[in-house]
């Protein structure tokens, strides 16, 4: 697992770096990603304009702020991700201003198709979903813990849907979308806040 991880992260994309690849291939008709289709290039361009607003509206509260900052040790957020996954583009800006705000956290992304030992090791239920947030621990490389794809609010609407209807179609991603939008990204921080602050307590009662 420590071999995989090290090599993805020599692969790895801090957030500008990766929201500029998204639009430079958008620009070619492209989408992140081995698979080319017009679904993932017509995503990938509304997943782009939804990052740029959340980069302008997102705000952390202070309380947040402060137990990001009380974190002891320093740490990698090591996420799969893709341009195209609607989850990747409602979580990932979050992502990037909690690190950027902990002072403690460094975001780093790369694609699954290029990492598949790494995605094959952090699967859920068997199935490669993303996004896959790994939480390294920047001084030993250890991995600490792993959450992910999507908050549990929107992991029960989507079960709840499918066992009612059999598919996940586009009203379900309706619903979802609508669900993001509500919640306006506070069970994203409160899962990982709470997740954090339980592996570094435990870590540092380790040493």
């Given at each position: 697992m420590k071999t995989a991880v090290a090599k993805s992260?020599?692969?790895s994309h801090d957030y500008h770096e990766f929201r500029k690849m998204i639009s430079d291939l958008l620009i070619e008709g492209k989408s992140t990603g081995y698979e080319q289709s017009e679904s993932h290039t017509?995503?990938?361009?509304?997943?782009d304009a939804r990052m740029d607003l959340l980069d302008k509206t997102i705000t952390i509260s202070e309380g947040n702020i402060g137990k990001l900052k009380s974190l002891k040790r320093k740490y990698i957020w090591l996420v799969l991700a893709e341009g195209w996954c609607t989850d990747s583009s409602q979580i990932i800006?979050?992502?990037n201003k909690m690190a950027y705000e902990s002072g403690k956290i460094e975001l780093k992304i790369v694609l699954p198709d290029e990492n598949e030992d790494l995605m094959d090791l952090f699967m859920t239920n068997s199935v490669r979903a993303i996004?896959?947030?790994?939480?390294?621990?920047?001084?030993s490389g250890d991995?600490?813990?792993?959450?992910g794809p999507m908050p549990k609010g929107?992991?029960?609407l989507i079960r709840n849907y499918k066992e009612k209807n059999g598919e996940i179609d586009e009203t379900a991603k309706s619903d979802l979308e609508t669900w993001y939008l509500n919640d306006k990204g506070v069970a994203v921080q409160q899962e990982l806040?709470?997740?954090?602050l339980d592996l570094d307590h435990q870590n540092h009662q380790i040493e």
């Open positions: 992260l020599f692969k017509y995503y990938s361009g509304l997943n800006p979050f992502l996004p896959k947030l790994i939480v390294v621990d920047k001084e991995v600490f813990g792993s959450w929107a992991r029960d806040i709470d997740l954090m």
